[in-house]
Structures are given as C-alpha cells and as structure tokens.
C-alpha cells in the first residue's frame, strides 16, 4: 500500500515525499506520509486519485478531511495516514519533528 501511494503522489507532482514510521509510536497508524502541494487544486487531485488508487488495491475504508479547498487534506487509509499540505501549511504544523524518531532519544 505504501508504494501505491507514494507512486500515486509522485505522479501527480507532490513534492518532498516524506514517510514515518510510527510502529510503537502511535496506536492510530504504522506509517504517515506527508507531502506537499503548491494548489488547492493540485491538492485535491491529488487526493481523489489517490483514493481512487487504494480502491484499487482494494482499500475501500477511505476517510477524507479538508478536500473542499484547505491547506491542509488528511487522507486515513487504515495503517497508513497521508496529510497533503500547501507549503505554509506544512511549516506551520511541523508534523515531520512533531512525530521525529529524534524526539523519542532523552538527551
């Protein structure tokens, strides 16, 4: 499933691709992956062509937020969150040091 959507994502000329592992991190997922979209309508394509490939693969369980025109579109595939951003979005959240492996060392 992952590759699926990142080779989705890729297609539709994401940028900055980035996957998570949160095994053991977090109970609501495995894996999230976070990219970045410069348009509200890339972003949105991005989305339903990416749920239309999980169903695909037999992914029916799709849920959706924000794909009616936000910065921000989170895509639950089960096992795998994606969040889409616009570039702002994504600074402003930071969820790649929020959920960083580097946060779990004590220093």
Do not use: C
């Amino acid at each position: 499933m992952q590759a699926t959507i990142t080779e989705s994502l890729a297609a539709d000329k994401a940028e900055d691709i980035v996957t998570l592992d949160l095994n053991g991190r977090a109970s609501f997922a495995d894996r999230m992956i976070i990219a970045t979209g410069l348009a509200d309508r890339q972003i949105a394509a991005m989305a339903t062509h990416l749920t239309e490939k999980l169903h695909e693969i037999g992914i029916k369980r799709v849920q959706i937020e924000g794909a009616t025109g936000t910065d921000w579109v989170l895509i639950d595939a089960g096992d795998i969150v994606i969040h889409l951003f616009k570039p702002d979005a994504r600074d402003l959240y930071g969820l790649e040091k929020m959920w960083s492996a580097d946060l779990d060392d004590p220093a």
